[in-house]
């Protein structure tokens, strides 16, 4: 879950968003005391979220590795998950006792459950960027890019497809232990 999702989610639903992100999985930098670590950031699965009283801001709690942490919410990442990482977090709940390894039908419901605000979210984001890439192959007279942009982002803002998009719920791949 990227930093953007959280921040619209804790704005425009405020009683539910703490339910959605628990048990969600988010991107947070590596401990810089961890040379175990090849990557800069890990995925981390949201334990529990509370409201700092000094400042009020909230922080997320997330166990990486042995050792859990309480990270605010403006220091995620809202960057896509990488494969490496992925396969880091693969790694380290078949190594460290203290992950669990989520069933099936746990990551089947989150999935489900957050599903339209991250497409609706995706939507958002890619209507500005094909909007930016629009107005630089305009800038730049790139012709045969322009109608590509302009076809795409056309297409994204057909409510048709918003639907389309909307109505295919990500799969769970179960992976088959040897």
Same mark, same amino acid.
């Given at each position: 879950?990227?930093?953007?999702?959280v921040?619209?989610l804790?704005?425009e639903?405020p009683?539910?968003?703490?339910? /959605?992100?628990?048990? *969600?999985? =988010?991107?947070?930098?590596?401990?810089?005391r #961890?040379?175990?670590?090849?990557?800069?950031? %890990?995925?981390?699965?949201? &334990?529990?979220?509370?409201?700092?009283?000094?400042?009020?801001?909230?922080l =997320?709690? =997330?166990?990486?590795?042995?050792?859990?942490? #309480?990270?605010?919410?403006? &220091?995620?990442? #809202? @960057?896509n998950f990488?494969?490496?990482? @992925? $396969?880091?977090?693969?790694?380290d709940?078949?190594n @460290? *006792?203290?992950?669990?390894?989520?069933?099936?039908?746990?990551l089947?419901?989150?999935?489900? !459950?957050? +599903?339209?605000?991250?497409? /609706? +979210?995706?939507?958002? /984001?890619?209507? =500005?960027?094909? &909007?930016?890439?629009? #107005?630089?192959?305009?800038?730049k007279?790139?012709?045969?890019?322009?109608? !590509?942009?302009?076809?795409?982002?056309?297409?994204?803002?057909?409510? @048709? $497809? &918003? $639907?389309?998009?909307?109505? %295919?719920?990500? %799969?769970?791949?179960? !992976?088959?232990?040897?």
């Amino acid at each position: 879950m990227k930093k953007s999702l959280v921040e619209e989610l804790m704005k425009e639903q405020p009683h539910s968003w703490k339910s /959605k992100v628990i048990g *969600s999985f =988010v991107r947070v930098k590596t401990d810089p005391r #961890d040379y175990s670590r090849t990557n800069y950031h %890990q995925l981390a699965e949201v &334990q529990g979220i509370y409201k700092k009283s000094s400042t009020s801001e909230f922080l =997320v709690q =997330v166990l990486t590795s042995n050792v859990t942490r #309480d990270i605010p919410v403006s &220091q995620l990442s #809202d @960057c896509n998950f990488t494969e490496e990482e @992925c $396969e880091d977090l693969r790694q380290d709940v078949a190594n @460290c *006792s203290l992950l669990r390894k989520p069933t099936v039908f746990e990551l089947e419901h989150k999935a489900r !459950e957050l +599903h339209e605000d991250v497409t /609706k +979210h995706w939507i958002r /984001k890619e209507l =500005v960027r094909l &909007q930016n890439c629009v #107005d630089w192959a305009n800038e730049k007279g790139r012709r045969a890019d322009l109608d !590509e942009y302009i076809e795409q982002r056309e297409l994204l803002k057909q409510a @048709c $497809e &918003q $639907e389309r998009l909307l109505k %295919q719920v990500p %799969q769970v791949i179960v !992976e088959v232990m040897s």
